[in-house]
């Protein structure tokens, strides 16, 4: 087990395109953390420096309080998983899980006594004597993931290692992973740019852009409290709907407006609102805060609010229901609502949309405004 | 009805593509059978006969007696071992200079085309040329490399004419030669190989040489097999350096099979025996590249 931290961990390639800049990260012992972000965020570049495969152009990596930024992959006690699995295509899936317990000297017998352990946990003893070209994908990156268990090593690191399955296998193995990590208790750092995994997997997730942290937390955390427009508009599918409106004072109450939507705000939302009172603001609708009816949209009974249905997503479990404000000349909104009731393209609806789970961000910075915190509950 | 036309319709174009295609490549067969398959079927038709250049004409017929005689010729198997020694050694020495080189190249950023270009060069000379150029420079005493051994205190060297250093000088001057072609086919088997086993080598605690055993030559082993099986082909065909270079000599230390061939048939005169070492040297080829195309066949 480790702790991992960086410090300041900037990557430049060619001392020009600067993949991560300034990341400053914790990463406890047994935490599974999970790094997120779209393609080139520098969330892979981060895991492979804590790996030791990419140097890291400034600032310090730490392992159980050791610094390693100058340290050999292999002198590291690190195991990594990579997206297209990288088994040793001309070795057995026995020889794959071997390799690196050979390379260590380990004796024979406790090489087959690991083997044999991580072969049961995993599933993939009869497939021992295979070579990779002769798996499935699904047991590919079975054997992928045994080759790092084998070693038992201080902590995992996991780059995307389930994009490539399909996405039945990748919910299964999804699961199997989170029971893993908390069968093993092991450090473990898992890159993705699903956001359903890093939801579902990670203690903690890490959101990346342009190289650098955007926000860390829980997930439920960073769901309910988005640091800004970037990971609203990231996690979540639909993702929150971001429309230009403005803060208004009226009456003494602080209204969220915008073409088609007017929103009195809470008491408690109004004053930690108030510096921005009369200015341009980005308001934040999550599509899972409008209802059906007024009882569901929370105690304040819900804002009445009344969309023309542009598209219907039926998802099964759900609808997703894309819909415009002020009839079709209104901003488009994505709206999700229980499976039941049928709606038809161009008809007009009434759903109730839940106040106290406005998000309000500055329109400048992109940050959200500071509100009182909607615990994980 | 509809149905059949349907159905037939495509067949009748597959047909009529067929027809057309057979009379594009026509002339080219053609010609293949006129230059290639013409002459090997005359060279083993004359085979079979007492045929000398003194009297020419298929009167005697001898049927396996040239070949039995060829393989009973002490000068002929003598032949076959110095090509076989050749083989061996230019081959290995390729490869190993060429893979040393080809792996350098692989590491290498700047610069890399240059290398290559220059590398390239030999490679793009007629063997004639090579050997002209080499002759010149091993002129036991107008030559440079003579000179330059003499500017450092070593005694000039009889490089083709010592029955000791002759053999060994046709051989370096082939590596000169040929090891391009070992470095152009070994960097592309290189430059095709995945780079995410050896990041999973380095992290599962490989040093950069147990990277080299553990994975590389294994993956390179099929770029590896066609790469030597090509070269040794070409390798026992060998005739243009040792004619420019030594005639096949000094005595036969370079006689390599091809040159004994030319010299049993425009010296000796004997056509239908030279005809049947060549149909020998034929099977040898012939059975080395069946084995190539099962080993490129077992590879795809």
Known sequence: ???????????????????????????????????????????????????????????????????????????????????????????????????????RHLERAEIARRIDGISAMLGIGPMLDRRPAQLSGGQRQRVALGRALVREPKAFLLDEPLSNLDAKLRATMRTELIKLHRRLGATMIHVTHDQVEAMTMGERICIMRDGEV??????????????????????????????????????????AVTDGFRCALP????????????????IGLRPEDFHETPDRAGALGGLPVTLTVTTVEALGPETVLMASLMGEAGPEIATRVDFGREYEVGSRVTLHYDTAQIHVFDVETTKALARPLVSAG | MTTSVVNNAPNRIHVHDRRFGWLLTMPGLALLLLVIAFPVLWALFTSLFEYT???????????????????????????IRVTAMFVVAVVVLEFALGFLIALMLNDTERGKDLYYAI??????????????????????????????????????????GDVDVAFWTIVMVDI??????????????????????????????????????????????????VTLLIRMI?????????????????GVATDFISYFIYRSAFVGLDLGEASAMSGILLVIVLAMTAYLHRSMRAIS
């Open chain 2, 53 to 79: 250049l003194i009297n020419p004409g298929f009167h005697t017929y001898v049927g396996a007696g040239n070949y039995a005689k060829a393989l009973g010729d002490p000068e002929f198997l003598h032949s």
């Open chain 2, 234 to 250: 070409f390798a026992v065909k060998t005739y243009d350096l040792v004619y420019i270079m030594t005639r096949g000599g000094p």
């Open chain 2, 176 to 225: 000169w030669h040929q090891v391009s072609f070992m470095i152009v086919l070994l960097l592309a088997g290189l430059a095709a190989l995945p780079r995410e086993p050896y990041e999973a080598a380095r992290v599962d605690g490989a040093s950069s040489l147990q990277c080299f055993w553990h994975i590389t030559l294994p993956l390179m082993r099929p770029v590896i097999v």
């Open chain 2, 119 to 160: 590398l390239l060069c030999p490679l793009l000379m007629n063997p004639v040329v090579v050997g002209l150029i080499w002759r010149m420079f091993l002129h036991p005493s107008l030559g440079i490399v003579n000179y330059l051994l003499g500017r450092i205190g070593i005694p000039p060297v009889n490089w083709l």
């Open chain 1, 214 to 255: 955007v926000q860390v937390g829980r997930p439920l955390d960073v769901y309910r409290n988005p640091a800004d427009t970037f990971v609203a508009g990231f996690l979540a599918t639909p993702p929150m709907n971001l429309l230009p409106g403005r803060l208004e004072a009226e009456g003494g109450q602080l209204h």
């Open chain 1, 267 to 282: 008491r408690a939302y109004a004053e930690a609102y108030a510096s921005h009172a009369g200015r341009e603001v980005i």
């Open chain 1, 1 to 103: 087990m480790a702790a991992i931290e960086l410090r300041a961990v900037t990557k430049t390639y060619a001392n020009v395109v600067s993949a991560v800049r300034n990341v400053d990260l914790t990463i406890g012992d047994g935490e599974f953390m999970v790094f997120l972000g779209p393609s080139g965020c520098g969330k892979s570049t981060t895991l492979r420096m804590i790996a030791g495969l990419e140097d890291i152009t400034s600032g310090d990596l730490l392992i159980d309080g050791v610094r390693m930024n100058d340290v050999d992959p292999s002198k590291r006690d690190l195991a990594i998983v990579f997206q297209n699995y990288a088994l040793y295509p001309h070795m057995s899936v026995r020889e794959n899980l071997a390799f690196g317990l050979k390379l």
